[in-house]
């Protein structure tokens, strides 16, 4: 018994030590950086869909999958040139959060588990972030449309 | 759509991640989950569909966007074609974006490896 309180308060002295080694994450840059370069993933994303709208006069949903798949492709290729990666160390969330982040988070694994064959590493392994990220929010829209065709008719 | 705004909320949206990474331990995987299903949950309380009124792609482009169209899509279904629009109108709203992830995903990942350690 005795030594198993002597135990913890060894942890909880290890935790302090912990925390004061660990390396201050600067948040309030981080954000800056992130609020940046969001911002500008968000920006191109309005002119891919300007230009849908305006040359290529597409509707409204249209123009949002074209937006949708453009960014996809940047994303994805970036990240298979090794750029977006590079990116990503310096806007943070601001590169994961937009929909080129989705498609980053596809590509990087599935070229990671490669060597495991075509099937079990690039095909099962793109959906590693991705499949969560399907299952919740298809599951979650289905529900919301079931709700809505329950009471709100 | 004026471009200030699409960057001043699309970067506010990124921070609200930024902060999720720096104050909690959230794996990104997860943090990509919490967006899409708050998307659903926020455009089928009507509180995303202002957003997007108000910053467009500053809007849509976020996985929160993502999560906004599913929902739209399943909610516009279930109003046309009851229960069955329900079930395919979300996916059918975001089938360009998640078509385009698994194609260009797929071919990605066959020409490229990853880079080597320097």
Same mark, same amino acid.
């Given at each position: 018994?005795?030594?198993?309180?002597?135990?913890?308060?060894?942890?909880?002295?290890?935790?302090?030590?912990?925390?004061?080694?660990?390396?201050?994450?600067?948040?309030?840059?981080?954000?800056?950086?992130?609020?940046?370069?969001?911002? #500008?993933?968000?920006?191109?994303?309005?002119?891919?869909?300007?230009?849908?709208?305006?040359?290529?006069? #597409?509707?409204?949903?249209?123009?949002?999958? $074209?937006?949708?798949?453009? #960014?996809?492709?940047?994303?994805?290729?970036?990240?298979?040139?090794?750029?977006?990666?590079? #990116?990503?160390?310096?806007?943070?969330?601001?590169?994961?959060?937009?929909?080129?982040?989705?498609?980053?988070?596809?590509?990087?694994?599935?070229?990671?588990?490669?060597?495991?064959?075509?099937?079990?590493?690039?095909?099962?392994?793109? $959906?590693?972030?991705?499949?969560?990220?399907?299952?919740?929010?298809?599951?979650?829209?289905?529900?919301?449309?079931?709700?809505?065709?329950?009471?709100?008719? | 759509?004026?471009?200030?705004? @699409?960057?001043?909320?699309?970067?506010?949206?990124?921070?609200?991640?930024?902060?999720?990474?720096?104050?909690?331990?959230?794996?990104?995987?997860?943090?990509?989950?919490?967006? @899409?299903?708050?998307?659903?949950?926020?455009?089928?309380?009507?509180?995303?569909?202002?957003? @997007?009124?108000?910053?467009?792609?500053?809007?849509? @482009?976020?996985?929160?966007?993502?999560?906004?169209?599913?929902?739209?899509?399943?909610?516009?279904?279930?109003?046309?074609?009851?229960?069955?629009?329900?079930?395919?109108?979300?996916?059918?709203?975001?089938?360009?974006?998640?078509?385009?992830?698994?194609?260009?995903?797929?071919?990605?990942?066959?020409?490229?490896?990853?880079?080597?350690?320097?």
């Amino acid at each position: 018994m005795n030594s198993n309180i002597g135990q913890k308060e060894k942890q909880k002295e290890y935790q302090k030590y912990v925390q004061q080694k660990m390396p201050k994450s600067h948040i309030v840059t981080n954000c800056a950086k992130a609020f940046v370069g969001g911002g #500008l993933i968000c920006m191109l994303g309005q002119a891919i869909s300007d230009f849908a709208t305006n040359y290529y006069q #597409l509707a409204k949903p249209d123009a949002a999958s $074209f937006t949708a798949i453009v #960014l996809v492709f940047l994303g994805a290729t970036l990240t298979g040139l090794g750029v977006y990666d590079d #990116l990503g160390k310096f806007f943070g969330a601001g590169t994961i959060v937009p929909i080129t982040g989705f498609a980053n988070s596809i590509v990087s694994p599935a070229m990671e588990f490669k060597r495991e064959g075509y099937v079990l590493g690039i095909g099962a392994k793109l $959906f590693i972030i991705a499949g969560p990220v399907l299952v919740y929010g298809i599951s979650s829209s289905i529900l919301v449309g079931l709700i809505s065709y329950m009471f709100v008719r | 759509m004026n471009y200030f705004n @699409v960057f001043l909320i699309g970067g506010a949206i990124c921070v609200v991640g930024q902060i999720l990474i720096d104050k909690t331990t959230l794996t990104s995987a997860r943090i990509l989950v919490i967006f @899409v299903t708050a998307g659903v949950i926020l455009s089928a309380l009507g509180l995303y569909k202002p957003l @997007v009124d108000f910053a467009g792609a500053g809007a849509t @482009v976020p996985l929160t966007g993502f999560g906004h169209s599913l929902a739209q899509g399943a909610i516009e279904a279930a109003k046309s074609s009851g229960v069955l629009g329900a079930f395919t109108g979300g996916t059918k709203a975001a089938a360009g974006g998640i078509a385009a992830a698994i194609f260009f995903g797929y071919l990605n990942a066959v020409l490229f490896n990853p880079k080597t350690k320097k």
